[in-house]
């Protein structure tokens, strides 16, 4: 017997649809292209059909939109279509690119992306318009054993997703046919049911009665879902999975999405390197002003808190006077941040002549960059704190320093100094946190280059 449930979830019946409907697409678009130019590439351009159907399932894939459990919105169905078009067309105009193929039509590369993207869309949609209908076979006959409210909520999450269940019988938690063996055995022979559903607000799972049950459905070859009281945090997502033998359900507040986490450290890296190298003239000018001005290191040096607390060394150009540190104790009272949980202050007497011009075009945190091919730091994140703000932190502070520190983020590109109140930077941060996407990223990034030009809250 196969033990592996790694495709239980996978809707097989879909992708096939879905390369039928691209295959098909594609020869509509051989037949518009030979009517307006009276020539036939179906064949001579079938290659064009492979790699763009072998792009489309894996980009779909990515994105979940062959699992049966995600949840089927027409919104989302045509917003993750076009994208797999998209990036599938952008990888077909790579391979003509680098194949140099100087007979690859264009007019007819267009006419086969809008097709694909709208007979998938269009067939997706009319699937699940027949889902919502029940129209159609295929359909999971199932027994539900718990309250009322929990089946309502079960039904209602089933009719999202591209799941095939039937409730044939509802059996209440406190139905006495549940404690009788043979009066169930009777029940499930005579219901014909493909499974049973098993709410865990019926009782412990360990009691007799949940036993009974399960050891029965496994004589008689009947597959028993247990659904999971689990607990709902505000700020949390979770998910089911194993761990070895064991049913885990984990609950986190950042993404586990290992795909775009994977491809933001390829950026991460890819851009820091690159950017060292085009802005390595402007930083060797830099650290001859720094020396030339007053005496001392040229980079400064701290100790922050990184991801989960971790402590990891910052790169800065130095922008004040070497004893800097020292006369922060005096300056404490000029601090504009609310519970002095940060320090920020007007007219800073510690900074140099050179430091105030390298920090009001944010020269100085161009060494930030070593950070992030150290993997310490990322383009984009939360900002990383000092080791004694840290100090101060009360634990819903905690959850800003979850992911890995960014040299821009919210923060800087929705005021930096203009903000002075701390909770309001952690409010951005948790907003990043709670929102985070490759997508969101590239809009900071870009939303950053308008900030640095603008000057906008520099300090």
């Keep these: 017997m196969n033990r592996k449930n790694n495709t239980a979830d996978f809707d097989m019946a879909q ?48 994105t979940r939109m062959y699992n049966l459990s995600t949840f089927y919105y027409t919104d989302r169905i045509i917003k993750n279509t076009i994208i797999a078009v998209i990036i ?13 193929s100087v007979e690859s039509s264009r007019l007819l590369f267009a006419l086969f992306c809008v097709t694909s993207c709208a007979s998938v869309s269009i067939g997706r949609v009319v699937k699940r318009i027949l889902r919502s209908a029940k129209i159609g076979n295929g359909y999971t006959h199932v027994i539900f054993i718990g309250n009322e409210s929990e089946l309502q909520r079960f039904v ?13 019988r509802h059996i209440d938690a406190d139905d006495p046919v549940l404690l009788n063996t043979g009066e169930l055995n009777e029940l499930l022979i005579r219901e014909t049911a493909n499974e049973v559903i098993l709410a865990s607000n019926s009782g412990d799972l360990r009691s007799e009665r949940n036993r009974g049950i399960l050891e029965l459905c496994e004589r008689l070859g009947t597959t028993v879902r247990v659904i999971m009281d689990i607990c709902e945090m505000p700020n949390s997502y979770h998910f089911v999975s194993s761990l070895g033998p064991y049913p885990v359900v984990t609950y986190h507040s950042v993404s586990f999405d290992k795909v775009q986490l994977f491809i933001k450290s390829i950026i991460d890296i890819i851009m820091a390197a690159v950017g060292l190298v085009i802005v390595s003239p402007l930083m060797l000018i830099t650290a001859v002003c720094i020396k030339l001005e007053t005496p001392g290191p040229v980079f400064f040096k701290q100790q922050r808190a990184g991801r989960n607390g ?150």
């Design 310 to 459: 971790k402590i990891f060394i910052i790169y800065k150009f130095r922008s004040m006077y070497s004893d800097a540190e020292d006369r922060k104790e005096e300056l404490k009272s000029q601090n504009k941040i609310k519970d002095g949980m940060m320090f920020k202050m007007d007219e800073d007497p510690r900074i140099t002549k050179v430091g105030a011009f390298i920090r009001r075009n944010s020269i100085d945190e161009l060494p930030q960059l070593i950070n992030v091919l150290k993997r310490d730091m990322s383009l984009v994140g939360t900002r990383p704190p000092t080791l004694d703000e840290v100090k101060k932190y009360a634990p819903e502070h905690w959850r800003r320093i979850s992911i890995m520190p960014g040299i821009t983020g919210m923060w800087q590109v929705s005021g930096r100094s203009a903000i002075v109140d701390f909770e309001e930077v952690v409010s951005l941060d948790n907003k990043y946190i709670d929102n985070w996407s490759l997508g969101l990223d590239i809009s900071i990034l870009f939303r950053t280059v308008g900030v640095l030009i603008s000057r906008y809250g520099a300090n």
């Design 156 to 168: 209602n999450y089933i009719e999202k997703t591209a799941i095939k269940i039937k409730v044939d």
């Design 88 to 100: 599938s067309g952008m990888s077909l105009s790579t391979a003509i690119f680098l194949y140099k």
């Design 15 to 62: 992708m096939l649809a879905d390369n039928i409907l691209i295959f098909l697409a594609y020869e509509l678009s051989c037949l518009i292209y030979g009517f307006i130019t009276r020539r036939n590439l179906f064949g001579s351009h079938f290659w064009l059909l492979v790699i763009f159907a072998v792009i489309f399932t894996l980009t779909m894939s990515i």
